[in-house]
């Protein structure tokens, strides 16, 4: 069956494929993450297609879908794409990545696809809590496949005591810590579940004890598996520290 598609979308990656084209992956809000092949790149006057076709654009695209690939159109770049640096740079590599690995093809998510602007907006706006809207990305992100939790109840729907500490079960939601978290789980605090759940920024300690806990949720929906932009990150750190 062919389909034609004619929507807005972000880059999410692109590489190249055969000989003059590129493989790229775009978000949609209407189509989802689509794989789409744009061909004849090797000219001059295809430099702003290629242009545009760079991750975290926002683009305007036309194309037919045939089977597992789609074929483009058109693509024209909706704003300038960020240019970042540093942990900018590294958290748009890592949303990207995540968004990759963990959302399947063809699966129309819009509020996944909102959640992503939201997180893009963050980056370029340069946030000062920029570790806090990465985690809101990877609970938008888990929510929207189905993987998420009430953050305001723990796993039996309990709700989560603000003075009390929790580790997480991936397949249960969270646990209240009685003498410390099981072994290779994090502690976080209740204030920092209950900060996901009403979308308030909490303090910089609840940010930081947020992130191994959502680190073991999405390792877990890997399989496991680690993802690139986690081993370029503890690089940087191990330098920072020489």
Same mark, same amino acid.
């Given at each position: 069956m062919t389909m034609r598609i004619a929507e807005a979308a972000f880059v999410l990656h692109a590489r190249p494929w055969?000989?003059?084209s590129l493989l790229v992956e775009v978000l949609t809000a209407e189509h989802g993450r689509i794989g789409v092949v744009a061909r004849g790149l090797g000219s001059a006057r295809r430099h702003l297609l290629r242009a545009a076709l760079q991750?975290?654009?926002?683009?305007r695209m036309e194309a037919v879908q045939r089977g597992e690939l789609a074929t483009l159109r058109s693509a024209e770049a909706v704003d300038t794409a960020p240019r970042l640096t540093g942990m900018g740079a590294?958290? +748009?590599?890592?949303?990207?990545? /995540?968004?990759?690995?963990?959302?399947p093809r063809h699966d129309p998510?819009?509020?996944?696809?909102?959640?992503?602007?939201r997180m893009r907006g963050m980056l370029i706006a340069e946030s000062s809590v920029l570790a806090w809207h990465l985690?809101?990305?990877e609970r938008d992100l888990l929510a929207a496949l189905g993987l998420g939790f009430d953050w305001h109840l723990d796993g039996d729907g309990l709700p989560v005591d603000v003075q009390a500490d929790y580790?997480?079960?991936p397949e249960h939601g969270a646990r209240r810590c009685d003498?410390?978290?099981p072994r290779g789980h994090a502690q976080v605090p +209740?204030?920092?579940?209950?900060? /996901?759940?009403?979308d308030h920024v909490p303090d910089r300690d609840a940010i930081s004890r947020l992130r191994p806990m959502m680190r073991e949720l999405v390792r877990h929906h890997l399989i496991g598996s680690d993802l690139q932009s986690w081993r370029i990150a503890r690089q940087l750190s191990d330098w920072s520290r020489e």
């Open positions: 055969r000989e003059s991750p975290l654009q926002c683009i590294l958290s +748009g590599f890592y949303i990207n990545e /995540l968004t990759m690995r963990m959302v998510m819009p509020e996944l696809y909102a959640a992503y602007a985690r809101c990305y580790w997480m079960e003498g410390g978290a +209740g204030r920092a579940l209950l900060a /996901l759940a009403s």
